[in-house]
């Protein structure tokens, strides 16, 4: 529970269409200049912001809190995340990654073999529009991943806030605002618009003026916004990261040797945040044997101790009951946890049993619940386990535990978990995404749109760049190398 | 005219549903173990497969040359080009391009700084849908850049073979069975389909199993196609090539000093493959000044001397016939080749000129004639210019002539060209596309419907893998590095 009574709710702005049309405008006028911007720049930003999130720490953390319930402590941490990663991006603009350029010296004679002078440089696309996350109202939203990434690649960027925490957004983007006239980078370079109606969303990701959209948020929301990006006259990149269930293989070896430690970090991972990550472990597959049965009472007893604390909004907290409650009366599974969910408690961790044949039977089994529920899925062999993850489909993450050993069983399991995943763990668990340049955070379909990028680490901000290639440039342009004119 | 009379015309074989069926499934079949495939099995059967095109080379263009028209010598040279891509996916490969990896060694302490250690590989997609072009029978159909670049990614290809030369595609199909035999490589590693009519495409788009397609044709049949994608369930990516008019920019200082040489290399290339070419240049934008007049005069008189052949097919004819009495007729464009279009000759180049205003006003002006057509935009003032470049928009390419001095005027030229373009070329003509590391063949919209992809150069391949983040992966798998499982 939080310590923040002393703040007032701020109520969620509708923005005119006015008001985005003038916020796109705005970042139209300033992607230009942006576009130019040279390393020291863009990076003097990047840095300037994630000062601001630092110094500005306790009110954001009191006033995040209270909006968002996640605890003050979870909030501080991924503050530090945040600030950590608009560091990142600005070292990897210092090193010069937007500008990096491939050159193909000319090769004398007649073609294929003959060849003009190439270099080929990267352009940043225009004003991106990017859709903040309820889940992580720093690192997800006002200056999370996708606005650095946007602005370390030299686009401008328009922030959809989310509704479920407007007070946080206008805090976050006032301090931005004045970051942005400290550094003396174009006003415009980051704007915001809010809203809790769907509308507010259509008509920006349908502005002619709007090059690129990112959003990180349900399977539902995702696949609206990309049909009406769909519908637009322009095609524009819609890189969306729509979640998953983020199945954790259990294989033999990791369960006879670790097995308690183990089943304390799952229980850990399945409630932390409340269960309300895009990494989430949703389900569980473990082959049926003794061990297996002695590890699964412990999970659902480390799972009945855990402490929660209120879900992000009463809308996902009446989703969560009543996806546990469809779980939970399923006549093919078998419920392990002890504690009933009741209006007047916090959320109480779910987990149920369910055979191979009804998991492959009911795809209603392996939809995401969003908050703390977990699936245990029981298999007899290789083939079946398998099966059951081709069943899940596109993940952002797969866990394989106890895969030290290369055998053909193992090799198969390890196969099927990268057929499926944007992420393949071996140890650990999957909440809590490193900020590094070998990431990719952004599984196949239906776990992401774009499969082929990330919207966590330094590789995400290619997302926003577009190649040209400068066949025979003049001494003047070639001299720039990267550099935008 | 050709020397082919002895060559029997193949009608286009209508595959049915169960035919393409059946060629995703064996595609589907091969996708495990092509993608597991090593770099000397998969750059041998690359070179198995050009040195099969180069042994047949004497019956191979033959047919080629009567079924696109195109002439030996060019179809000869096409060949050569699209064997030395081939050799150049093979180098790429055995340099281990699809193999690459992203280390990140693990880091000590808590997040954000701390962090386990990861491994970025790269996995192929799976079946790509290939959708082979009419005007390049060799580079740009059976085993073009498209096919060679999904293998060398580690992913089957099913052609859709062009109507415009059945007979070709069915002999390269055939010597390209018979390569895969003898490299021991999965049979469906490339499989084949064909059809005049809209079905067999759309059939074959909406495979479940079809990963990825790769299109190289006109803007009506790419956005058709597009749509039918956005129509799946699972959506996939669509490469599409879909052509531009190709402005090119002469400014001042290069009329000036080699005027003459200019206008007949232009002439050549809006003649060349009787303008056939994704890349034919369909407008010149020039000053209004005195050597700008005699330089338009001597690019008439050089379009006036081109020869050209017949057409891909009666239908392209009928559409270049009916664009250029578009044009000629328009009132506010002024004809100035001297050739009239009959039906008992070859296309005849034409030029026509026309004012700022008028182009700025007409988009139809705007729209690409696929034949010998190019229209002459003369401007006032460099802000003209660059209003000229945003109305045309997304191009594969924008050739700016004389930009050897760095002034403002220039720079903001060629700050307009970028914006527009996958290539900006400083000298030369824009057809040609050498197939190299750093080339770029692929603009913003319309010109392709995924600008931050290319179709020709050894970056294509990178549009058929997708990244895997490895966390904490075990020795034995480590030890891979990115060798498939």
Not at 1 to 13: A, H, K, L, R, W
Not at 413 to 425: C, E, T, Y
Not at 432 to 454: D, E, F, I, K, Y
Request: aromatic share 4%; with cysteine.
């Amino acid at each position: 529970m939080s310590d923040n009574e002393g703040i007032t709710p701020v109520p969620v702005q509708e923005s005119t269409f006015a008001q985005i049309d003038a916020a796109v405008n705005a970042a139209l006028q300033a992607a230009e200049q942006w576009a130019a911007s040279g390393g020291a720049q863009r990076s003097g930003l990047l840095r300037e912001l994630a000062s601001a999130l630092e110094a500005g720490r306790e009110r954001l953390v009191a006033l995040a809190d209270a909006e968002s319930h996640l605890g003050a402590g979870r909030l501080s941490g991924e503050l530090d995340r945040t600030a950590y990663q608009l560091r990142a991006f600005a070292d990897a603009v210092d090193a010069g990654e937007p500008y990096a350029v491939i050159y193909d010296p000319a090769v004398a004679g007649a073609p294929p073999a003959g060849r003009p002078r190439l270099l080929r440089v990267a352009v940043p696309l225009g004003p991106v529009a990017m859709f903040a996350a309820s889940n992580f109202p720093f690192a997800f939203s006002v200056l999370g991943g996708d606005t650095a990434s946007a602005l370390a690649a030299g686009c401008p960027v328009v922030v959809k806030a989310h509704p479920a925490h407007p007070g946080l957004s206008n805090a976050v983007f006032d301090l931005a605002v004045e970051a942005v006239r400290r550094c003396g980078a174009p006003p415009g370079v980051i704007g915001m618009v809010s809203g809790a109606s769907r509308e507010v969303g259509v008509h920006l990701v349908r502005h002619p003026d709007i090059a690129a959209v990112a959003f990180t948020g349900s399977h539902r929301g995702g696949v609206a916004l990309q049909k009406e990006i769909n519908a637009r006259e322009t095609p524009i990149p819609f890189f969306g990261e729509l979640g998953s269930i983020n199945p954790i293989v259990a294989l033999p070896p990791a369960l006879e040797t670790q097995g308690e430690a183990l089943a304390t970090a799952l229980a850990a991972s399945i409630a932390q945040g409340c269960g309300q990550f895009c990494t989430s472990p949703g389900v569980l597959i473990v082959h049926r044997n003794a061990t297996t049965d002695r590890f699964i009472r412990q999970l659902a007893e480390a799972m009945d101790a855990q402490n929660t604390h209120a879900m992000l909004t009463p809308a996902m907290r009446a989703n969560f009951d009543e996806g546990v409650a469809r779980l939970n009366l399923h006549p093919e599974a078998r419920r392990l946890t002890a504690g009933e969910q009741t209006p007047d408690r916090h959320p109480v961790p779910n987990l149920v049993a369910i055979g191979t044949e009804a998991f492959l039977r009911h795809p209603e089994l392996r939809e995401e619940i969003f908050g703390p529920s977990c699936v245990v899925v029981t298999v007899d062999s290789t083939q079946a386990l398998q099966q059951v993850l081709a069943a899940i489909g596109g993940s952002l993450t797969v866990t394989v535990w106890g895969a030290d050993n290369e055998d053909a069983d193992t090799a198969a399991v390890v196969r099927s978990a990268i057929r499926i995943a944007g992420r393949v763990l071996f140890a650990g668990v999957p909440t809590g995404v490193a900020v590094t340049r070998a990431q990719h955070h952004g599984g196949p379909w239906p776990a992401s749109t774009q499969p082929q990028t990330t919207s966590v680490g330094l590789m995400a901000m290619h997302r926003f760049l577009r190649p040209v290639a400068l066949q025979a440039p003049p001494g003047w342009l070639a001299a720039r190398r990267g550099m935008p004119l």
